[in-house]
């Protein structure tokens, strides 16, 4: 008894015993992987929680008129945030923006420009990146060279006051380097997508610009001063070939190059100068020329489109027999009499005023006024 009594007091003793923790420092818990799995359940988690409770305040908003009707007692209005109507007073900001950028274009200093008859100073000229390499040259014949930071040409300009000026921009490659683009102070320019495809084509007439899969998506001719019938204004073209050059064209004689790397900046207006009689007379019969092709192209693709529209109506009724008596679709119709006109209106040449007149024959009745 005495043994058993001891026993349980023994055992009562250590019961009561603190069983201490061991405080000692340990390796971290899991692997990095566990570790960065369990940051993204609980970022998830975080998501969810926040999906649910903006998707608890959709459910929660008015989706009916009477159900926004409810809390609504008065109707506010201000004038001042009101659309402008046709007769506003209110002076719409994207205009003058649009304003103000091309006067503060015309502030900054010109570099060259080739419609004006005054040479650059005879002198010569360089002036150095902040890295020491070379950034303009400038010879006394007024011939000029920018450079990339690279060191590579950019940009080179070859005047000539007898024949036609010329402005190369090249890509910033060491060997090798493709044309970016292309002006000739005649009035013509041509700059290139990174393919290599067409992007402007500019002549003395008009010009044209294109994406890079070669589809036009623009076209527009130069507005001549002796003709005083309201035109809509030309719309400015912005464009960049690269990270460092820009091209920004405002008109037929103000189309610019810009250059602009780490600081220093130049800009070249490259735009037609300003004919002679002689060479006025040689861009009248270019004018002349390429309206008479455009014309002569407009109604042979009327003729084109009119085949196809039989070839189709073949196709769909092949028991029909007089197809003679077929008629042209409306539109090719209303294409038609739009090229009489053109035709009337423009000074061409009889013979092709009489071909185009053949060809219409089938689509109107109308004769050309000789």
């Known amino acids: 008894m005495f043994q058993y009594l001891f026993k349980e007091e023994k055992r009562l003793l250590h019961k009561d015993e603190i069983e201490l923790i061991s405080v000692a420092p340990h390796g971290p818990y899991g692997s990095e992987v566990e570790r960065q799995k369990a940051k993204e359940k609980t970022a998830q988690r975080l998501r969810e929680r926040h999906i649910a409770k903006v998707f608890e305040s959709f459910v929660a908003e008015p989706t009916t008129y009477n159900e926004y009707g409810k809390p609504m007692k008065t109707i506010s209005y201000q004038l001042s945030t009101a659309p ?5 007073w209110t002076i719409l900001q994207d205009n003058i923006d649009a304003k103000s950028e ?15 008859d005054m040479m650059m100073s005879e002198r010569f000229v360089e002036k150095y990146y902040r890295t020491g390499r070379k950034f ?7 011939t000029a060279q920018i450079f990339y930071p690279s060191g590579n040409l950019a940009i080179i300009i070859i005047p000539n006051k007898l024949k036609e000026s010329i402005c190369i921009v090249q890509e910033d ?6 044309i970016l683009a292309v002006f000739g102070s005649s009035g013509r320019a041509t700059c290139y997508h990174p393919n290599q495809n067409v992007w402007i084509n500019v002549n003395p007439v008009g010009g044209q610009c294109l994406d890079s899969t070669g589809r036009r998506v623009r076209r527009w ?17 912005f464009m960049a070939l690269n990270h460092q050059v820009g091209i920004r064209i405002f008109g037929k004689d103000r189309m610019y190059v810009t250059f602009l790397a780490m600081g220093q900046q130049a800009k070249f207006n490259v735009g037609g100068t300003k004919m002679t009689s002689q060479v006025e007379g040689k861009d009248g ?6 309206t008479e092709g455009e014309l002569m192209l407009f109604a042979i693709k009327i003729k084109f489109l009119s085949l196809l529209n039989k070839c189709h109506e073949c196709l769909n009724f092949p028991t029909r027999k007089q197809w003679d008596r077929v008629k042209p679709p409306l539109f090719l119709v209303s294409q038609a009499q739009k090229l009489l006109y053109l035709c009337s209106v423009c000074d061409i040449n009889k013979d092709v005023r009489s071909s185009i007149q053949d ?3 089938n689509y109107v009745s109308c004769q050309l006024v000789n």
């Open 102 to 116: 091309e006067e503060s274009f015309d502030e900054e200093p010109t570099l060259y420009d080739f419609t004006s």
């Open 221 to 237: 001719q130069w507005r001549s001063p002796d003709i005083l019938k309201p035109s809509a204004p030309f719309k400015p073209i």
């Open 84 to 88: 402008p109507g046709e007769d506003s």
């Open 285 to 290: 019969d270019l004018q002349k020329e390429s």
């Open 359 to 361: 060809i219409l024959s």
């Open 173 to 178: 490659v060491e060997h090798n380097a493709d």
């Open 136 to 142: 303009l040259t400038v010879f006394p014949d007024g």
